[in-house]
């Protein structure tokens, strides 16, 4: 199994591309710490995989829960091999009703936590010549209407993960991004709420389907937490069905 006795930490675990990215990576040999708020979807998910997943209910927005989680995870199975910052929430606005208090939800779950856990999980990362896996969007990479604090921070991400990848090598520790596109819980809601949007999406996408959490991000992720992805770093993969390619 490619991630036979690797460790993995999860954050934003129990549900979308979080939860197919941890049934992806268990299924490959890992051990994983998954970091949620939801307690009843982290019990559900850590009943269905048993020891192989370790729930763990934390607030990522909170500062000093970066070092709890890197703790949990080496008290739980001994090490950290793989990071991975996949929880994020924000809320749409035009660029000119943005609010402070829109910007801070979007910093607050996504690049700041994505920063500390990064800082947090490095000395485990160099030592045992691990991978972080983030997570960027097409709503920054194409500046998309609506989603001012959303793409603001996630650019932010992947930037940090450049600087990361240019800084860390010399550890041997590998920093890509994943920008995905899938049919998550949130997806389907927003779809619902906006009748004709599915349409539109699928018409710029030429594998016109939306991605699978598991089979098509969390295969991705995999990869990239693997050693076949040994020689990658500071890459942005665009996991999304062909709709934007980057040059």
Do not use: C
């Amino acid at each position: 199994m490619r991630l036979a006795d690797k460790v993995a930490i999860v954050t934003g675990g129990a549900g979308g591309i979080g939860r197919g990215i941890v049934r992806a990576f268990t299924k490959e040999g890992a051990q994983v710490l998954f970091v949620d708020v939801n307690d009843d979807a982290g019990a559900a998910l850590e009943g269905e995989l048993g020891g192989a997943a370790r729930f763990l209910n934390a607030d990522i927005s909170r500062e000093e829960n970066a070092a709890v989680i890197v703790d949990a995870a080496i008290e739980a199975f001994g090490r950290v091999d793989i990071l991975v910052n996949n929880a994020h929430a924000s809320r749409q606005a035009p660029l000119l009703e943005t609010t402070q208090d829109m910007l801070d939800l979007s910093f607050g779950t996504g690049f700041h936590p994505t920063f500390r856990l990064m800082k947090a999980a490095h000395a485990q990362l160099a030592a045992n010549q691990g991978s972080v896996i983030n997570f960027a969007s097409g709503a920054g990479i194409e500046g998309q209407v609506n989603q001012a604090s959303y793409a603001a921070a996630k650019e932010a991400i992947r930037a940090i993960s450049r600087v990361a990848a240019n800084e860390w090598a010399v550890h041997n520790v590998n920093v890509n991004v994943i920008s995905p596109l899938a049919a998550t819980e949130g997806v389907k809601a927003y779809i619902e709420a906006n009748p004709g949007v599915e349409d539109v999406l699928l018409a710029k996408t030429p594998l016109h389907r939306f991605g699978d959490p598991e089979s098509d991000i969390g295969r991705v992720a995999v990869f990239l937490a693997s050693d076949d992805a040994s020689y990658m770093t500071g890459q942005t993969l665009m996991v999304d069905g062909g709709s934007i390619k980057l040059r």
